[in-house]
């Protein structure tokens, strides 16, 4: 076993800092300047000078290899980054083309259509020449999110079909200027290449269907459990949460009960990661203690408890938080029997993120990514210096004391990335989660005994009431604590520069807290008072209450945050302008006596009819063309504006269009 595991640790973590440090800045900076085969080049030159310097014998050479070695791993970074964007993004003809490709995900509906991930595997080649019959299927091997429309016939797709569909394959955009989310990136970043929407007789479902791999195998399992819970009964609130705390299916949650959850700073449940692997390892662990009586039972119970959680992340679809907790509980197994038990939570962690990057590099722009270790670092660093502030002389208040402990560690590190992700703090989030752990618990517990016990006439129908009691129990709790005044502090918006200065804040803090010196205690007022004139700087200036046309609705954006405004007709008064989106046959061939003054006709998707038609009907001061319009018909419509001598503006392919508006 290893004394001082500290020498593993600290260069382990010094190295993923600095491949964590490349692949962002390279992504920012230099994904459209520099391609992965010349960032592949300097990673290897600077490999070769890093051998040099360790194998020398001269020592100022010696002492650059340190250096040389964190350098070397940044580049690993940034080329492995620039690596992965080549292999998501593809030069998507503008025109709609035939495609094959195979279903990847349990399709689900939103809206109108089915929604699914798709990873395409072939292109039809568009010939221009006539002459020529033979098909030509060109690789593609790209994944995208495809939506669809039912056919007559009802044929449904399941996960792992394969499917030929006729669409326009694009790269979604959004405007970072109006939502503040670039929706277009986020997708990229989770390796989907493009959207697409396959209309009705315009796809089909091919026969038969491709072998199955070991997630799309995982995913149909999830399925079928989830069919078992419908089976029982449950059904509302309760299969929405049942069905997220045990096997991470989101889809039955509502947006009032994510509300509810969110307030009361208990979101973290309804997402499997690491809490419910640990609640699964302390329930596993009580089950595996008779094997610790054994000589080497320890060990054996730790295999055992290993292999089991592996099987409950293949029974939740291998989702990433929960292959993420698992592989980071089995490498501190491993890390606990090379090293004392204080560094192997350091070791398996730092491993887990270095191995996780290495072999996915977006993974560092996933939010659950960065609050899962951020989370966990926070416990292992402030949990001890918290619990120390208080020793109760009771269990039931050692359990309090803990349990307030790391909710607060967890809280305190994560609290950069929650404000500048989300913007909103819960206030009573310890209250919250002195009652949500164990509830949860019970939920496990509840559902594991209903799969043991469900076939029993009167047990399994007592285990069933316990489990939906229990859910029940849960969702009343977090709706009193959302609902007690002053639950969410909203609108606290942090730049990245902000969360950046909060993030050295609490490490000034915790330095300062563990020795404290002039200097500390003067580091954290400095950092206090940067970030407040910051504050108060972004917030006391002047602000744009504006209006915004974007993806065919109107929003109306203050200050920080954007909302779609609603209208029954399609015409909207800002304040002395008027505004008309036009999405439909509505005004077609129609007629007016007097014609409707209309400031901004919004011509988008779906519109049937020309400039002409409109003419008669509205007094156009001015047409706006959104990007989702077919090329070719917009560029009709544009003809007809210059002949009639009516200003016209498209919608960039990333932004929106923003409203003059008069006074």
Request: glycine share 6%; net charge positive; proline share 3%.
């Amino acid at each position: 076993m290893l004394k001082n595991a500290s020498y593993i640790i600290y260069p382990l973590f010094r190295l993923a800092f600095s491949m964590a440090a490349g692949i962002f800045l390279f992504d920012r900076f230099l994904s459209d300047r520099l391609s992965w085969p010349w960032a592949f080049g300097l990673f290897g030159i600077a490999v070769v000078l890093t051998c040099v310097c360790f194998r020398s014998s001269v020592y100022r050479w010696r002492s650059l290899f340190g250096y040389l070695a964190t350098l070397s791993f940044f580049l690993l970074g940034g080329c492995s980054v620039l690596y992965q964007q080549s292999r998501i993004d593809y030069p998507w003809p503008q025109e709609a083309e035939v495609y094959e490709g195979v279903v990847q995900t349990v399709p689900y509906l939103k809206g109108k259509t089915f929604r699914a991930e798709v990873t395409v595997t072939h292109r039809l080649e568009a010939s221009e020449d006539t002459c020529i019959r033979e098909k030509r299927w060109l690789p593609v091997r790209r994944k995208i999110l495809l939506y669809w429309i039912l056919d007559s016939a009802g044929t449904s797709l399941q996960c792992g079909d394969r499917i030929c569909f006729h669409a326009t394959v694009s790269r979604p955009v959004s405007d970072m200027n109006l939502t503040g989310f670039d929706y277009g990136k986020y997708l990229f970043r989770q390796g989907i290449s493009g959207t697409a929407l396959a209309f009705e007789g315009h796809w089909k479902r091919l026969q038969p269907a491709f072998m199955l791999t070991w997630k799309q195998r995982a995913l149909l399992l999830r399925e079928r459990l989830l069919e078992q819970y419908r089976n029982w009964g449950l059904e509302g609130d309760v299969l929405a949460v049942v069905s997220a705390l045990t096997v991470g299916e989101k889809r039955e949650l509502t947006e009032e009960l994510k509300a509810v959850y969110s307030a009361a700073g208990t979101s973290h449940v309804l997402a499997l990661s690491g809490l419910h692997v640990g609640m699964i390892v302390g329930i596993l662990w009580i089950l595996l203690a008779p094997l610790k009586r054994w000589r080497h039972g320890k060990n054996v119970a730790s295999v055992l408890l290993v292999v089991c959680l592996w099987m409950f992340a293949f029974l939740s679809g291998l989702s990433a938080s929960v292959v993420r907790a698992v592989t980071m509980f089995t490498l501190y197994v491993l890390a606990s029997w090379v090293s004392e038990e204080r560094f192997s939570g350091f070791l398996s962690v730092t491993l887990t993120a270095f191995l996780m990057l290495v072999y996915q590099p977006m993974y560092l722009f996933d939010i659950s990514f960065q609050l899962s270790f951020v989370a966990v670092y926070s416990i292992l660093l402030l949990y001890p210096l918290i619990s120390s502030w208080w020793s109760p002389r009771n269990r039931i208040g050692t359990y309090v004391w803990n349990a307030l402990s790391v909710s607060l560690a967890a809280q305190l590190g994560t609290l950069p990335l929650i404000l500048y992700y989300f913007g909103a703090f819960p206030t009573y989030f310890l209250l919250a989660n002195l009652v949500v752990s164990p509830l949860a618990c019970c939920i496990l517990c509840a559902t594991l005994g209903a799969f043991l016990l469900g076939n029993l006439p009167v047990v399994g129908a007592g285990v069933i009431w316990l489990l939906t009691q229990t859910t029940v129990l849960l969702n009343v709790i977090m709706e009193s604590v959302s609902s007690l005044d002053g639950s969410q502090l909203t609108a606290i918006h942090l730049s990245a520069f902000q969360a950046l200065l909060l993030f050295l804040l609490l490490g000034a803090v915790y330095a300062y807290l563990h020795r404290r010196s002039a200097l500390r205690l003067m580091t954290c007022l400095g950092i206090v008072n940067v970030f407040l004139v910051i504050g108060i700087w972004r917030y006391g200036r002047p602000f744009s209450d504006s209006f915004y046309l974007y993806r065919s609705e109107v929003y109306h954006r203050k200050r920080f945050e954007a909302e779609v405004l609603s209208s029954a007709n399609g015409f909207y008064r800002l304040d002395a302008l008027k505004v008309a989106v036009l999405k439909d046959s509505t005004w077609r061939k129609k007629q007016a006596a007097e014609k409707l003054a209309v400031d901004y006709a919004y011509i988008c998707r779906g519109f049937r009819g020309n400039v002409e038609g409109l003419s008669r009907v509205f007094e156009i001061r001015q047409v706006v063309f959104d990007g989702s319009l077919n090329p070719s018909y917009r560029e009709s419509l544009k003809a007809e504006c210059m002949r009639y001598q009516i200003p016209f503006a498209e919608l960039p392919a990333e932004g929106s269009y923003r409203i003059v508006r008069k006074y």
